[in-house]
Nanobody
């Protein structure tokens, strides 16, 4: 069982940056692939980025490539999402997710979810 708690969301102007954190409980954090998804009002949850257990493999949605960076610190049981050059279309609730095995961009593949953190980008 893994419990995930996101933090770091907030209000930022377009062009600004935020760093989200997702703290995980449990001793086996390093065995989990981790991902960030987001959901804007009236829209489906969408994949943002994922990282494998070691941090050696990552994948990104085209919409965030070159602007967002996922990383993890297995010693701290934490995964991060550095978001730069934020745009109003990045406004959403951001969710952290975990699964065993390889990364996927499909939300139904993930077993554990955090409660989400709101990111609002003003124009």
């Amino acid at each position: 069982q893994v419990q995930l708690v996101e933090s770091g969301g907030g209000l930022v102007q377009a062009g600004g940056s935020l760093r989200l954190s997702c703290a995980a409980s449990g001793r086996t954090f390093s065995s989990y692939a981790m991902a960030w998804f987001r959901q804007a009002p009236g829209k489906e949850r969408e994949f943002v980025t994922a990282i494998n257990w070691s941090g050696g493999s990552t994948r990104y949605a085209d919409s965030v490539k070159g602007r967002f960076t996922i990383s993890r610190d297995n010693a701290k049981n934490t995964v991060y999402l550095q978001m730069n050059s934020l745009q109003p279309e990045d406004t959403a609730v951001y969710y952290c997710a975990a699964k065993t095995g390889v990364t996927y961009s499909i939300s139904s593949r993930y077993d554990y979810w955090g409660q989400g953190t709101q990111v609002t980008v003003s124009s």
